[in-house]
């Protein structure tokens, strides 16, 4: 078994979790785009850039900032930009994780990333916190959204509550408690791939894919593109297109 993305020890919502022969396509599902709501307190900074860390600084009053410019900052994050992960954070320096050495004592200064923020909304406002929902490409920290509206507002902020919504398309809504899972709600690898173009293959050409060869693609999406194809329904492979044959990246059939 194997999990798709961590979330926060505070944090709730999705986990994708992939069963046998399909944890290979874990990389498949993580590269999805995620969707979150998240609460940020607005006039208070901390170590960690959530409420699970030390209080960096005195409050500082948020109550003067009225929701037009709230809403005007966090509009200011959509699109591509550049993110300066959270100290605390699972990224790696030297091989060592970043949330290691910071609990260490030592100063961890991560270089910043490319992030897209495909969308981003307030959904309410209450007193010094605001909740919003965005869509983020893999890597994106809620937190470092959180730290640096703060920033932006000139107030400080950290991040109070976070809950993962989608994967892609899958959404939580269609999530089984942990307590209730059951080898019963296990579903159809294609399940996870719905983001992807599928091609039904015949027989020969199953045989070829089991055998890692090459097929010819039926459309011309594009070098590059990945494509789910499928037998009788079921998922035997994930190919990527190049010059107009799908060659096998990963295969879940068996000859």
Do not use: C, N
């Amino acid at each position: 078994m194997g999990h798709t993305g961590t979330l926060d020890p505070f944090a709730t919502g999705l986990l994708v979790i992939l069963v046998g022969r399909a944890t290979r396509l874990a990389r498949f599902v993580e590269g999805q785009a995620k969707t979150y709501l998240a609460t940020a307190r607005l006039g208070v900074r901390t170590d960690t850039d959530d409420r699970t860390g030390t209080v960096l600084e005195p409050i500082r009053p948020a109550s003067a900032l009225g929701e037009s410019a709230i809403r005007t900052a966090l509009a200011g994050f959509a699109g591509v930009q550049r993110q300066r992960p959270p100290s605390y954070s699972a990224k790696h320096v030297q091989g060592v994780r970043s949330y290691q050495l910071a609990r260490q004592g030592q100063a961890v200064a991560l270089p910043e990333v490319a992030v897209t923020v495909h969308r981003i909304e307030p959904v309410s406002f209450d007193g010094d916190q605001v909740t919003f929902r965005a869509t983020v490409s893999p890597g994106t920290y809620l937190r470092a959204i959180a730290r640096d509206l703060g920033e932006r507002l000139g107030v400080g902020a950290h991040l109070v509550a976070l809950r993962r919504e989608a994967i892609g398309p899958i959404r939580v809504e269609e999530a089984v408690p942990l307590a209730d899972l059951s080898a019963a709600d296990l579903r159809p690898a294609r399940a996870v791939l719905g983001h992807l173009p599928a091609l039904d293959l015949d027989e020969a050409g199953r045989r070829d894919v089991l055998h890692g060869r090459a097929v010819e693609a039926a459309a011309r999406r594009g070098s590059g593109t990945d494509v789910a194809l499928l037998w009788d329904g079921e998922l035997v492979a994930v190919a990527r297109e190049e010059e107009g044959l799908l060659k096998p990246a990963v295969v879940l059939g068996t000859p």
